[in-house]
């Protein structure tokens, strides 16, 4: 772990990439004491300070109800973090899980459990986002969920993969020849290979669960005003290029930027942990 | 040839259970829709009459398992029920709206090969250097933000600071081709009209480009990797001693067996640009099936939700079919008995 750490500052890239991860977490944190205007998260109007092209105050602008733009980009930043954690804290163990028990049982259980995993997986991944979104009432818990059911899949192929290329290893045969239940072998002997890859997807699936809850809000299927929300903003902003730009440029760079810090992150650990697709 | 076909009959089998799998899902979902689609397509106005008819014709009043019993019997007859929205055939609008769309994804599949894959092999040949790392920055950047944001950026640049591509549409309104496959770019040329094609080649760029270019970062990235470790390989070491040049080492003994993972992965990214597309759609005006789906999406359109993903899906089946089609036959010794993943 610290071995990690200190590789990872000692590469310009992957430092650059934690100083973007820690700027985005840090101020989605202290989102209340940075944001100059913390009450624009809100349905707030200032008709007097309307679509202002960036100037001090407002350093991105404000948006056409007259709100800073910098500051619900700090709570949008809030909403998206929270949205990521969640997300991956449901699908990765029951991704995980389904690609364990696949991978060790192999048969019936291989097949059923796969051709499940192959459904989700050939319904692209956005649309079956934006089918449950569709259905469901837009409110964050249910982009959560819409979100979630389309991300274990690739978790289950990731580690059903490694299964069963472990499977046949010694250690694990050992430990059945001394009589180890099923469910010993798959989570203390296996599981634990298959953590350095779960650990580098999960970092780099971070910045994409961002992207991909930013894509439904952009369609309008996602989280609903007045709260903030990165894809909305540039979606409502679209409509004003090229003259209001910076209604779409800044919420769209604070996804790149917030994305790029997780794929540096996840691109060295990938290196350092030898994990592999 | 005949390991092929075998392949290919199985690849099929595999690929209508699993669209007969998409189809049951899709349809479970569209069902749980909390509200009466009957009164919904119908609006305020209608009587109590006219919604139970409505009701009754479309089977809402039966358990579930016999709605989708009736489904997958129009569906055998290629008919997918009538869209609630446009009051025509879901076919009718799927067949309208699905070729610009599959015209963007085809164009910007073609660039992610075109442009990652040489990439690729530049960033291995040189690893380590400045070229490699510019990519490795490049590459990573392009997978870091969703298409519509590469969508504003590139039409901010390209189409209104430095006015170089059309801001919207397939094309110029001047021109009127005839549709015979949807496919402007395939039309305008049987239409024997090259000016018309060189226009709706210049629509299509920008729009593609958006679309590719996180395709284009992971192909990079995934040929690079792929290469870095074929050049550890001793065949490699002896082409060197033998005094190969190293363009020629680069291109034909380390890219060869890079190629059969990236073909994969850009089966998998068709399926991601499909999606993807709905978003630049919606910045280019480009009059493909995103209106279209987030339209009977916002108004629970059964129907046409479920036509619309089962149609993207079996296009998405189809590709990959042809994916491994191709790597069957490049690569002569392919496990057969096994599903390359």
Redesign the interface.
Known sequence: MKRTISILIANP?SLLGVVLVATVVLSALFADFIAPFPEHRGAVVDFANFNKAPEWPYIMGTDLVGRDIFSRILYAYRISLILGVVVLAIAVPIGVTVGLVAGYFGGWTEYVLM??T???????????A????????PTLANGMLAVTVMWWPWYT?LVY?ITRSEREEGYVLAAEVIGASPLHVIFREILPNCVPAVVTKMTLDL?FVI??A??LS????GVQPPTPDL?SM??DG?KY??DS?WL??FP??A??VA??GF??IG?ALRDILGAD? | MMPIARLLSKRLGTSLLVLFGVSMLIFAIARIIPGDPARIALGPNATTEQVAALRAALHLDDPVWIQYGYFLGDLLRGDLGVSLYTNRPVTTDIAQFLPATLELVFVAGFMMVAIGLPLGILSARYRGGIADNMVRIVSLLGVSAPSFVWAVILMLIFAFYLPLFPVAGRISDSYSIQAVTGFLLVDTLIAGNFRAFGNAAWHIVLPAFALALSGIGQATRLTRANMVETYERPYIEMARSYGFPGKRIANRYAFKPSLIPSLTIIGLDFAAMLGNAFLVEAIFAWPGLSRYGVAVILRKDLNAIVGTVLIISATFLIVNIIVDLLIAFINPRIRLSQRSS
């Open positions: 890239l051709r499940i192959d459904i989700f997986l050939s319904i692209p991944p956005l649309v079956l934006m089918s449950i979104m569709g259905v469901l009432e192929r993969n910045g992207l991909i930013s894509s952009f369609l309008g299927l894809g540039v979606a679209a290029l090229p730009w779409t440029v769209g760079l996804i790149l994305v790029f794929n540096l691109d697709q």
